[in-house]
């Protein structure tokens, strides 16, 4: 290998990609993009999370002469942004207020010296004098807005202190300006763009899909038994799992860990230093899950998580595909799924009746019927979400939700639908689910002595299904509004609309469920973690325990060292030389050069032990 480092000029960005990335090939957009900036052009990217932005400017910084401005929201995704970058052997630092005074004047003295491809900084800095003046002095190539949301009041993340970087353009005449966002909303978009004064910018905004990502919405069991038999599916890969509550975080939390799970909380009722040691610990691969509020995941770019849960009902479409997007950033397969029953539904209709601005109760309310309608629809999860964003996915057929992977099927329960009609006839309409259902399974508690429901009719003829059946069926009726539900602590089931036709005879019901698997490789998309066989997944194992030892030597986050995929690529292709490792995804020049010799001997050994 005999080019030299950071020769601009000369070389092209593909050459940039291979040598310094170390990846095959650009993703979609990403090379337009690079170019439009090396043209010297504004760009506006709306790019989904996972999307590959970083690369978009941080190619063109080591290729243009000149430091590249880059400024960041928050100092944790700086610090990472930073240490990937270097990691790949780009001259990046960074200038924000965690520094010590001496760090600081240091990142300045390299700056002046023009010793930087990539400069870091918090945009507080936009308003300091003092800073604007270094950087007249300064050859910058561009500037650059990641997270370029946070500029929008109307944006999920909104920072006052972003609106400082209006004046971008006036302290910095003369090079390009690219923001940066994986925001999907219009209204978001078009003030990001107006704010910045962008100059008839090259604007891209690509497909919002993730197809990396498996959707599944699953209905919700009470207890704790579903969510740990989910979990043990994932043995030991990095995962999310999102709650409404900070009570439900703290309790699903404990509930793990007293279960053997590496599990930690995060939520913003916890002290700082705890949110951020949990943040870290889960960031640095310490524990494998994080339960936490929506409160979790901005501040993170950790590329190897391989799934999130919705534990609870997510606020909103909008969040609920932001959060979900927190999976799979390294583009290797990852799943989201949503756990759901119409028994929820109260409890958020409580905390939006609460509300006291009818406009925002309204809006509340909108984005709860959206939710639930998605969640307890049978079309195409993907097509769904994208539909939202007013993008239309070309294909019948995503192959990789639960609707489109066939994991339901379609049972007749006209008979038992009858039979627990007829339960909430025969008792009034003055009882509850668990009543009613105990009524159906022929329980013996005292509650159905008292009322002589041992006498009914209808006692016991649904014993053939179990409390959790019924329970489904139940929710079943409600959506599709054949039953109705008292408000109030103890709420009662009546009949309504077609419950009457369904009673009879004159409507049938079906319900969804889920198929029984007959192997996981028959029903789910097979890929990344998945696709490797035993002896692969046993390497694998071994590379990431080297991965992280390496990581922890260095103060960085394992998926700095390595991606995912690249420990997949390794473990199938098994390199022997630095040759062959060096056509492996993730890994260029200078990761080459770090990592060849311990990651070629654990391969060794494993290949002739
Ligand atoms: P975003 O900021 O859009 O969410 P990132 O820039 O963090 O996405 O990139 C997500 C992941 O994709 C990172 O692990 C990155 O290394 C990887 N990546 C980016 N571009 C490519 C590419 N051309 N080929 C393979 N992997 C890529
Ligand atoms: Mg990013
Ligand atoms: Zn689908």
């Not at 993703?27 to 337009?32: A, L």
């Not at 704010?195 to 497909?207: E, G, I, T």
């Not at 080297?546 to 292709?573: C, M």
């Amino acid at each position: 290998m005999s080019t030299p480092f950071f020769h601009p000029g000369a070389e092209s960005p593909d050459g940039v990609l291979h040598r310094i990335f170390g990846f095959r090939s650009f993703r979609p957009n990403q090379e337009q993009i690079v170019r439009a900036l090396m043209d010297g052009r504004d760009v506006f990217a709306v790019m989904p999370t996972g999307g590959g932005k970083s690369l978009c400017y941080q190619l063109p910084a080591v290729l243009m002469p000149g430091v590249a401005l880059v400024v960041s929201p928050l100092i944790s995704l700086m610090k990472d942004q930073v240490d990937g970058a270097r990691s790949n052997g780009i001259r990046a630092a960074v200038l924000n207020s965690s520094l010590e005074f001496a760090e600081q004047s240091a990142v300045l003295r390299s700056l002046q010296s023009g010793e930087l491809d990539l400069l870091y900084v918090a945009p507080e800095r936009f308003a300091l004098d003092h800073f604007r003046d270094i950087l007249r002095g300064c050859r910058i190539s561009m500037a650059v807005i990641d997270e370029a949301h946070c500029i929008s009041e109307w944006g999920h993340d909104f920072r006052p202190d972003y609106l400082a970087l209006s004046s971008i353009p006036e302290i910095l005449p003369g090079i390009p300006v690219a923001a940066f966002t994986a925001t999907a909303t219009e209204r978001v978009q078009h003030d990001i763009a107006w704010k910045l004064r962008l100059r008839d910018p090259f604007v891209l905004r690509a497909s919002f899909d993730r197809p990396n990502l498996t959707y599944e919405v699953r209905f919700k069991e009470p207890g704790e038994v579903q969510l740990v038999s989910i979990l043990k599916e994932f043995a030991g890969q990095p995962g999310i799992i999102y709650r409404t509550s900070r009570k439900s975080v703290n309790d699903t939390a404990a509930m793990l860990q007293k279960r053997g799970f590496r599990a930690l909380p995060y939520h913003a009722g916890l002290d700082d230093r705890e949110r951020h040691d949990n943040q870290d610990a889960f960031i640095r691969d310490e524990v494998d899950l994080i339960v936490a509020t929506v409160a979790f995941g901005m501040g993170i770019d950790k590329s190897n998580v391989r799934f999130v849960i919705h534990a609870d009902l997510p606020k909103s479409i909008e969040s609920y595909y932001q959060e979900t997007g927190r999976a799979g950033r390294d583009g290797e397969a990852a799943r989201c799924i949503l756990l759901f029953s119409q028994a929820d539904i109260p409890k958020v209709r409580f905390f939006i009746d609460a509300m006291t601005d009818e406009a925002e109760r309204q809006r509340a309310l909108d984005s709860l019927s959206k939710v639930v309608s998605f969640a307890s629809s049978t079309a195409c999860r993907r097509r769904t979400l994208l539909d939202y964003f007013g993008e239309t996915y070309p294909r019948d057929n995503c192959a990789s939700c639960d609707v489109c992977l066939g994991l339901h099927e379609l049972t007749d329960c006209t008979r038992e639908a009858q039979m627990l009609l007829s339960a909430i006839v025969r008792t009034d309409s003055r009882f509850g689910a668990a009543h009613l259902i105990d009524i159906l399974v022929g329980s013996k508690n005292q509650k159905i002595k008292d009322f002589g429901h041992d006498r009914l009719k209808v006692y016991g003829i649904g014993k053939e299904h179990d409390k959790k059946f019924w329970r489904r069926l139940i929710d079943d009726l409600l959506a599709r509004k054949a039953i109705g539900r008292s408000e109030g602590l103890y709420p009662m089931l009546y009949l309504i609309e077609s419950g009457a036709r369904i009673l009879r005879g004159e409507e049938r019901v079906e319900l969804v469920r889920i198929r029984e698997k007959k192997g996981k490789s028959a029903t789910t998309k097979r890929g990344g973690l998945d696709a490797l066989s035993d002896a692969e997944k046993q390497l694998f194992e071994q590379l990431r325990t080297l991965r992280k030892r390496l990581a922890d030597e260095q103060g960085v986050p394992p998926y700095v060292v390595f991606s995912d995929k690249t420990l997949v690529e390794l473990s199938i292709l098994k390199p022997s030389t630095r040759d062959e490792m060096l056509t492996v995804s993730g890994i260029g020049e200078v990761k080459l050069e770090r990592y060849a010799e311990p990651f070629l001997r654990v391969i060794g050994e494993f290949v002739g032990g």
